[in-house]
């Protein structure tokens, strides 16, 4: 991955009645926007994040896939809102 990546967090919250975190967010890679969501249901494993539109992100490989969803795990764990990679 050369191009620039910039990882925004858009919302971020903790659902009380379900004891969870949802988070959502856009990544901006190679000229276009990819819209992603994720969950954390606090028991260990950590956050499963997923894009909103499967085929938004059929121009992405998997490996350059892989290495998006790690950077947008590294900024929620940091609490960053906005990153640029």
């Given at each position: 991955?050369?191009?620039?990546?910039?990882?925004?967090?858009?919302?971020?919250?903790?659902?009380?009645?379900?004891?969870?975190?949802?988070?959502?967010?856009?990544?901006?890679?190679?000229?276009?926007?990819?819209?992603?969501?994720?969950?954390?249901?606090?028991?260990?494993?950590?956050?499963?994040?997923?894009?909103?539109?499967?085929?938004?992100?059929?121009?992405?490989?998997?490996?350059?896939?892989?290495?998006?969803?790690?950077?947008?795990?590294?900024c929620l764990y940091e609490h960053k809102i906005e990153y640029v990679f």
């Amino acid at each position: 991955m050369t191009d620039k990546l910039s990882v925004t967090i858009d919302s971020q919250y903790h659902r009380g009645q379900f004891d969870d975190y949802l988070a959502g967010g856009k990544i901006e890679y190679k000229g276009k926007a990819y819209y992603w969501y994720a969950q954390d249901n606090n028991y260990g494993f950590g956050w499963e994040i997923e894009p909103i539109t499967d085929d938004d992100w059929d121009d992405i490989s998997e490996d350059e896939f892989n290495k998006i969803i790690t950077l947008i795990e590294k900024c929620l764990y940091e609490h960053k809102i906005e990153y640029v990679f």
